[in-house]
């Protein structure tokens, strides 16, 4: 216990070097984004003379940020909820039941995980123009609900293993059918699996950054990340607008993470660790 | 005693592999087969056999942009999971703070990346950014190096965006700790082990198999590696930061050239598998743990 005291000093020193270099950055853009362009172009470190809230108003004006933050709920709901719902139902019968294709699937599944985004990006480009869905939500959102599988089909196989499965017995000898078994005895038994899944691909997908750039054009699906592709061209010349953009496009990353952070934290160890 | 199991095996298993086979399982075979033609975005494939391979590395820029990807895997793979290896030992010392220290580090994690890479592009800037100020504290003459736009810089620039924030890995070995006995570390204390004794001779052998995976997915992540070079260099200058999936973005989408793109996302595909079965060997061991990656 003693020599645990010793080590302290140098142990804060680095935690505080690792606060720094993980909140400077983004407080630096936090308050120039109040600063005027003149204050910005003049010093980098000093304070906004009296916080302006023009570079909110730019922001908002020249983008309609609104639009890119409903679209990316819309995408990112939806994903989530079909990813849910069909690994839940796949990963249900290849965690209980044996079946010939069972180590294909797996071994299937284990694979994609490995796989680079942008190896299979220009056939996606290419069907999704053929079947008119380039640069629309359900494009996105059939993308996203399929990069979410990996990682969720182990989470969700793991989270099986430990339900008994003499619960399940019990409701089949209470006359209840396959579908009603899962769906009413199962499926509630799983949930924190589902919220693991669901947290995991609210955080990948949310930042989904390539296939939100390739697959959109416009602002009818453009989603949170990609505007700020779009404010980065649009504001080369005003940046002090470009602040105030980023502070809006990470705040409700930050709050979110901040509120769930327990719930975050949980998620990423049993995501890495099963997937 | 179930009723038609094997149907209701196959409907549970469809529509999960319907959609696998769309994203994943077409597109592959798709581009395998048209890594062999002559494809653009105006022209059928024809078959051309080994041509766009002959032709992709035969090109500079492409073997450049392999290079680059290789040596941001090396880095990654020991230096950022160092880093987030260091924080975990220390951490789960417990010193006073280290929850705090644990959610404030995960943050830079947590926000899109395309907005990390436009925090840096904003730091990094010679006429407003940080570095300005900070070249004149240190009392450097001389204009500021625009060290994103300046090839001598941008690969080290770029780098550094991303390096040391290594809080997924933190998580991950913090976790691993936690579910370790604690008569382990009771007995170590009545022993007389020192913290760094007990980091080097318990602590690190417990993590073998986490360190394991978090080497591969930080190998996954930087074959794979995009948002963050296309938002501050795309690239360049020159080819200073060119990396695989650039160069595959920019044969598609610039070029228009699909089977050049596709035999691309092939060597993508085989050195991720082949980096990923390396690490593999590396970290065998008879008991590890079995986990979906090692």
């Known amino acids: 216990m003693k020599s645990k005291k010793k080590r302290t000093p140098f142990i804060h020193f680095l935690m505080l070097v690792t606060v720094f270099i993980s909140l400077a950055p983004i407080t630096w853009v936090f308050i120039s984004s109040f600063k005027t362009y003149s204050e910005i172009n003049s010093s980098a470190l000093s304070l906004p003379a009296s916080p302006s809230f023009k570079n909110y108003a730019a922001a908002f004006k020249y983008a309609p940020i609104l639009k890119y933050f409903l679209n990316s709920a819309v995408i990112v709901g939806i994903s989530i909820f079909i990813t849910a719902a069909i690994v839940s139902m796949c990963a249900y019968v290849t965690s209980r039941f044996r079946f010939k294709l069972k180590p294909v699937i797996i071994a299937l599944i284990a694979a994609s995980l490995l796989l680079p985004a942008q190896s299979v990006s220009q056939p996606l480009f290419s069907i999704f123009t053929a079947l008119n869905i380039f640069d629309t939500k359900i494009g996105l959102i059939l993308v996203y609900s399929a990069m979410g599988i990996p990682m969720s089909f182990f989470v969700m196989f793991s ?61 009818r699906a453009r989603t949170v990340p990609i505007a700020l592709n779009y404010y980065m061209s649009t504001f080369a010349n005003n940046y002090s607008a470009l602040f105030a953009a980023v502070i809006l496009t990470v705040a409700p990353t930050i709050l979110f993470f901040i509120t769930m952070q327990k719930q975050v934290i949980d998620s990423l160890t049993s995501g890495a660790v099963k997937g | 005693m179930i009723r038609r199991k094997g ?31 002559r494809y653009t975005a105006f022209e059928k494939p024809a078959f051309t056999g080994f041509a766009n391979f002959k032709t992709i590395f035969g090109d500079k820029d492409f073997l450049i942009s392999v ?68 070249f004149a504290f240190l009392g450097v003459s001389g204009p500021v190096p625009n060290l994103l736009g300046n090839s001598k810089y941008a690969f080290w620039a770029v780098t550094a ?68 070079i296309y938002m501050t260099t795309r690239g360049g200058p020159g080819t200073s930061t060119l ?15 699909y089977g050049k793109a596709n035999a691309v996302g092939v060597v993508q595909i085989i050195l991720g598998v082949s980096l990923v079965l390396a690490i593999r060997r590396l970290f065998r061991s008879g008991d590890g743990r079995k986990t979906a990656l090692n």
Request: proline share 5%.
């Open chain 2, 243 to 257: 990396n695989l999936p650039v160069y595959l973005y920019k044969a598609m989408l610039l070029e228009n050239n």
């Open chain 2, 161 to 228: 965006t991303w390096i040391f924030y290594s809080a997924f890995n933190t998580v991950i070995f913090l976790a691993e700790l936690s579910a370790v006995n604690k008569d382990i570390y009771e007995a170590a204390a009545i022993d007389g082990a020192t913290p760094s004794q007990v980091d080097r001779h318990i602590n690190l052998p417990i993590l073998k198999n986490a360190v394991g995976t978090c080497v591969i997915l930080a190998s996954v992540a930087m074959v794979s590696q995009f948002d963050i």
């Open chain 2, 67 to 134: 290079k680059n990807t290789v040596v941001w895997v090396l880095l990654q793979t020991t230096l950022h999971v160092s880093v987030g290896l260091v924080m975990a030992l220390m951490l789960h010392r417990k010193p006073k703070g280290w929850k705090f220290t644990r959610t404030v580090y995960l943050i830079p994690n947590i926000i899109p990346t395309a907005a990390t890479g436009i925090m840096f592009t904003l730091l990094l800037n010679p006429t407003f950014g940080v570095i300005k100020d900070l």
């Open chain 2, 7 to 37: 149907v209701w095996i196959t409907l549970f298993i469809l529509p999960c592999m319907v959609l696998f086979a769309f994203v994943y399982a077409a597109p592959i075979v798709t581009v395998a087969a048209t890594s062999l033609t």
């Open chain 1, 159 to 219: 989270y099986y293993m430990t339900i008994p499965a003499e619960i399940e017995e019990a409701a089949y000898i209470d006359g209840a059918g396959f579908f009603r078994t899962f769906a009413t005895v199962v499926l509630p038994l799983a949930k924190p699996g589902l919220a693991t899944t669901a947290i995991l691909q609210f955080i990948n997908i949310w930042n989904e950054f390539y296939f939100a750039l390739i697959l959109t054009s416009g602002d």
